[in-house]
């Protein structure tokens, strides 16, 4: 008569093996040096969902570059989240077209927005001082991936004995392990988030390319109107 066994639950079972896939993953790296930083390609162009749990939004999104330009776009005209970020010969724009809202939205909040001086060079700089968070696993596909944290500050510097500071911003982000230019998701949160109410949003990527994307500056966008500044200047601090 054969031995019967307890059936094991299959959560059980993924989770036992995705422990032991990290356990030999990170002890294969720890000997190592710390992963390259997250890096943003010069041209590149991605596809996924840009989603913020709290507001039930789940939208297309597509991050592209081309030739150090960026623009990341949310949504479409008939999704309630319509967005357009682009980092535009130096300067950064913001333009919101739909958001989900129970109070009227700020009156600039349907216009575009240039904010002053940003390049990609400096946004690389500030994404190459972020914080090597560890290995981890993403449940929805069991893939492995380096997170790593960056954090917006403002304040004084650390020359001063026991700086203040002031978070602005913070982003996790989920790299792969053999590629720092390839993010499978970003977990942005601060006070840039103005439109929505708990300061949190996910961009989940999909599907990934490596040459030229269409960034295109959009009408409404006018760059007369960009002030003579930078958009992190002194007293802000990536770290």
Same mark, same amino acid.
């Given at each position: 008569?054969?031995i019967?066994?307890?059936?094991?639950?299959?959560?059980?079972?993924s989770? %036992?093996?995705? %422990?032991?896939?990290?356990? &030999?993953?990170?002890?294969?790296?720890?000997?190592?040096?710390? $992963?390259?930083?997250?890096?943003i390609?010069?041209?590149?162009? *991605?596809? =996924?969902?840009?989603?913020?749990?709290? %507001? =039930?939004?789940?939208?297309?999104?597509? *991050?592209? =570059?081309?030739? =150090?330009?960026?623009?990341?776009?949310?949504?479409?005209?008939?999704?309630?989240?319509?967005?357009?970020?682009?980092?535009? !010969? &130096?300067?950064?724009?913001? %333009?919101?077209e739909? *958001?989900?809202?129970?109070?009227? $939205?700020?009156?600039?909040? !349907?216009?575009?927005?240039?904010?002053?001086?940003?390049?990609?060079?400096?946004?690389?700089?500030?994404?190459?001082s972020?914080?090597?968070?560890?290995?981890?696993?993403?449940?929805?596909?069991?893939?492995?991936?380096?997170?790593?944290?960056?954090?917006?500050?403002?304040?004084?510097?650390?020359?001063?004995?026991?700086?203040?500071?002031?978070?602005?911003?913070?982003?996790?982000?989920?790299?792969?392990?053999?590629?720092?230019?390839?993010?499978?998701?970003?977990?942005?949160?601060?006070?840039? !988030?103005?439109?929505?109410?708990?300061?949190?949003? *996910?961009?989940?990527?999909?599907?990934?390319?490596?040459? $030229?994307?269409?960034?295109?500056?959009?009408?409404?966008?006018? $760059?007369?109107?960009?002030?003579?500044?930078?958009?992190?200047?002194?007293?802000?601090?990536?770290?």
């Amino acid at each position: 008569m054969p031995i019967q066994t307890k059936r094991r639950k299959p959560g059980i079972v993924s989770t %036992l093996l995705m %422990l032991a896939v990290l356990a &030999g993953y990170t002890s294969s790296g720890s000997s190592g040096a710390l $992963p390259a930083a997250p890096q943003i390609p010069r041209d590149f162009q *991605w596809k =996924g969902r840009y989603i913020v749990k709290d %507001l =039930g939004a789940d939208v297309p999104f597509i *991050w592209q =570059g081309s030739n =150090g330009n960026l623009q990341m776009t949310a949504g479409s005209t008939a999704d309630t989240v319509y967005f357009t970020n682009l980092i535009y !010969n &130096g300067e950064l724009y913001t %333009l919101t077209e739909n *958001w989900p809202y129970d109070e009227p $939205p700020p009156p600039y909040s !349907n216009k575009c927005v240039c904010l002053g001086r940003l390049t990609l060079n400096t946004l690389n700089a500030c994404l190459n001082s972020s914080r090597y968070v560890g290995p981890e696993i993403l449940l929805d596909n069991l893939r492995l991936v380096n997170h790593f944290r960056i954090g917006v500050m403002f304040g004084e510097t650390e020359s001063k004995p026991g700086p203040v500071r002031l978070p602005i911003m913070e982003g996790d982000f989920y790299v792969d392990p053999g590629n720092p230019g390839k993010f499978w998701k970003v977990l942005h949160y601060g006070l840039q !988030n103005l439109l929505d109410p708990a300061l949190d949003e *996910w961009i989940v990527l999909q599907n990934f390319k490596y040459t $030229p994307g269409q960034v295109t500056l959009p009408a409404k966008c006018d $760059p007369t109107t960009c002030p003579n500044q930078d958009v992190f200047g002194p007293g802000f601090y990536c770290q």
